[in-house]
């Protein structure tokens, strides 16, 4: 019998598809990833079921819409079934090895079925390097004075944005001095997640193993490795220069108009990031080759979502359905699959772990809610089926129960035509993605009525289908879990007021 095909799984937070230059990009940030995908199917439209991370994560580790078990359950369920739960439970070795994102964590259920999760949670400690206007301290006789100010300045007309700009100017001068960017990265480089993966690689022997990796490198605040500023070509940057552009670039007392004046600087620094996340890869992969283990390793990659930079005068990645945030990259590698062109069908992550599972020739669970698409990928054929996402418009902070309450974000996305619905505005638009591919001029309500009947009826059954499940054992687990947690925090807060 042939040896089972190990899996791995790489995932980057904020990653646009389209600043990949194997997908295109006029800046050659995935030089690696270029060559790689020789020899990988490349889907060209891999859509998220979800934005941000906690509404991505569930659909592309447990095949699951991130709302089929309501608002209440961020994350995995406890104890539900997974892509790690499956393949533990055919004896594969399974390690995760995750850059400090919160929300990927046994917190939230993604410990299960690994038999090494690091998060690096514990690694990660407060920066004394504050980034901006928001970090500066303001106590003492400064701190009142400067309260006086603001709120005099604030009540004249003209006066604010002149306020607000002398104290932004006043705390970029008054902050500490960085020698480096290590001292003001938030999370751990991809270097340190690859030289973890690897050194449990060379203790796992021969078994077949699952790895997943998730890098933080293109995420905010935008802090790039000296060397991967250095491979992109970018030798000019300063630690003192890159926190005044994330200082800048989180402001919002300021118009988008003047943030522009800074987009490219603040673009360099993210696609810098990615590219150290390319060279990191292409570390494993040298050293999986040098073990003779890449010839029978399954590879994926994808994100769980983009990044705006102001395309709709939006920046970062809140709770929003735009195609910068929902169009992911995704490279998938299989030992012997013969590659051919992929559809342009949109690829709902919601498929990848069952797609996964059917490549490396193992059982589907029947709670996965997505189908393998393994044998259209290997033919070259399409796929029908839309790609639904959703979130929680506005729920910016899902620590707070109230924000998770909110009214659901809706898109059905076709290869040519896209819908977006707002629960709480009531507000529909369809865009032509072929005329529009920007989302700037929805179609009006008399255009297009039959693609727009059938987007409509896909989210209706989309959602019947989430109304008719009865809870599980592991939502209820779920739900307890938050009690207990919660209950933590409220007794804990009440007794720090003591």
């Keep these: 019998m042939a040896p089972r095909k190990s899996v791995i799984l790489v995932t980057v937070d904020c990653l646009r598809a389209d600043h990949c230059s194997f997908l295109g990009y006029r800046r050659r940030t995935t030089p690696f990833l270029d060559g790689l995908a020789s020899e990988c199917f490349v889907f060209p439209t891999a859509i998220v079921a979800g934005v941000p991370t906690y509404y991505s994560f569930p659909a592309i580790m447990a095949s699951r819409y991130p709302l089929a078990m309501g608002r209440e359950v961020l994350g995995l369920a406890s104890g539900e079934t997974s892509l790690a739960s499956v393949l533990k439970e055919n004896e594969y070795a399974t390690a995760f090895f995750g850059a ?3 929300y990927l964590s046994a917190r939230f259920g993604y410990d299960f079925g690994f038999d090494t999760f690091r998060d690096f949670l514990d690694d990660l400690v407060p920066h004394s390097i504050p980034d901006g206007a928001d970090a ?6 400064a701190g009142a004075l400067n309260h006086v100010l603001e709120k005099v300045t604030h009540k004249g007309p003209g006066m604010a944005a002149a306020y607000d700009e002398l104290y932004f100017q006043y705390c970029q001068r008054r902050a500490p001095a960085a020698r480096s960017l290590d001292m003001l990265r938030r999370f751990p480089a991809a270097d340190v997640i690859v030289d973890s993966a690897r050194s449990w690689l060379a203790s796992i022997g021969k078994n077949p193993f699952f ?9 905010s605040p935008y802090y790039p490795t000296e060397k991967g500023l250095e491979l992109f070509g970018e030798n000019s940057l300063t630690p003192s220069r890159a926190r005044y552009l994330n200082a800048y670039w989180n402001r919002f007392d300021i118009a988008s108009k003047r943030l522009r004046r800074r987009r490219e600087e603040i673009v360099t620094m993210y696609d810098s990031g ?3 996340v390319d060279a990191q890869l292409a570390r494993l992969v040298e050293f999986l080759r040098q073990f003779k283990i890449w010839e029978n390793c399954i590879f994926a990659l994808t994100a769980d979502h983009g990044e705006e930079f102001l395309e709709h005068d939006c920046r970062y990645h809140a709770p929003s359905l ?3 945030l929902i169009h992911v990259p995704l490279l998938l590698r299989v030992p012997g699959a013969k590659k051919k062109p992929v559809s342009s069908n949109p690829f709902s992550l919601l498929h990848l772990a069952p797609t996964l599972l059917a490549a490396a020739e193992l059982p589907i669970p029947s709670e996965f809610q997505g189908q393998s698409h393994w044998k259209h990928v290997q033919e070259g054929s399409s796929w029908s089926e839309p790609a639904i996402s959703e979130c929680i418009a506005g729920c910016t902070n899902p620590f707070n129960l109230e924000k998770r309450r909110g009214a659901r974000l809706l898109a059905v996305r076709e290869a040519r035509y896209k819908l977006l619905s707002n629960f709480d505005t ?3 638009h369809l ?3 072929e005329v529009d591919p920007g989302e700037r001029a929805p179609l009006s309500s008399a255009a297009e009525k039959p693609e727009r009947r059938r987007l409509l009826q896909s989210a209706l059954e989309h959602l019947r289908r989430a109304c008719a499940r009865q809870p599980s054992k592991a939502y209820l687990r779920a739900i307890l879990r938050d009690v207990d947690l919660n209950t933590v925090r409220a007794l804990a807060t009440a007794n720090s007021a003591l």
């Design 322 to 324: 735009v195609e910068q």
């Design 274 to 276: 990615i590219r150290w």
């Design 100 to 102: 400090g994102n919160p």
């Design 136 to 141: 500066q301290e303001r106590t003492g006789w």
């Design 431 to 433: 865009f032509d993605l």
């Design 426 to 428: 009531g507000a529909q």
């Design 211 to 219: 790895l997943w990796l998730h890098f933080m490198d293109p995420h």
